[in-house]
């Protein structure tokens, strides 16, 4: 085997990030093996790691690839029409709070996964007070009073988290209520015509 790492973007590497991630969020991170990886994107388990050298190298590509897409639909939810509408819906996405969830879980037993959901979160939540600030500013007094962007932000976080644990266990009680008050929140610092 060469020294060289194999490509990037290639189908077959794909294919593994797409089966991990779907254990991840079927069955957990524990369920993530090399076998089952393989077994599940169709491939011999040694393409596991002929792509990653190890676990810790497929849960990485694997987080970073979807950190990458919540940065970029964060960038989208600042162009919206209601950036603060946007945000929320990033931030709520249940596939992606069950996966945070699944990382923050793993991210207890391996290092490097840890520093990489911990700069990542920091990059996130820089972002997204950056984009509250921006529009508390070109509204002014419009947006109702309340928490800071950063207060905002981990409120946020915290809320899309408990909302997808509870959803996982098929608790529901007053989670209409709190979406509610959400609502009222996004009503009252939205654009107004």
Do not use: C
Request: proline share 5%.
């Amino acid at each position: 085997m060469s020294d060289t790492p194999p490509t990037r973007d290639s189908k077959t590497r794909t294919a593994l990030l797409d089966a991990a991630t779907r254990l991840m969020l079927d069955e957990g991170y524990a369920a993530v093996t090399t076998r089952k990886v393989a077994a599940k994107a169709g491939v011999n388990q040694a393409l596991v790691y002929y792509h990653f050298r190890t676990m810790d190298e497929l849960f990485l590509a694997v987080f970073r690839r979807g950190a990458e897409a919540s940065l970029q639909r964060l960038d989208d939810a600042a162009r919206a029409d209601d950036p603060l509408r946007a945000l929320w819906q990033v931030s709520s996405e249940p596939q992606n709070s069950a996966l945070t969830v699944e990382f923050i879980a793993l991210a207890n037993h391996r290092p490097a996964v840890r520093t990489e959901l911990a700069d990542y979160t920091r990059r996130f939540r820089l972002r997204q007070q950056e984009i509250i600030e921006r529009v508390r500013d070109d509204r002014n007094a419009d947006v109702p009073e309340g928490p800071t962007p950063a207060a905002v932000t981990v409120l946020a976080a915290a809320l899309a988290r408990i909302l997808s644990m509870d959803g996982a266990i098929g608790i529901t009680d007053g989670h209409d209520e709190v979406l509610a008050l959400v609502e009222d929140y996004l009503l009252r610092s939205s654009p107004r015509p």
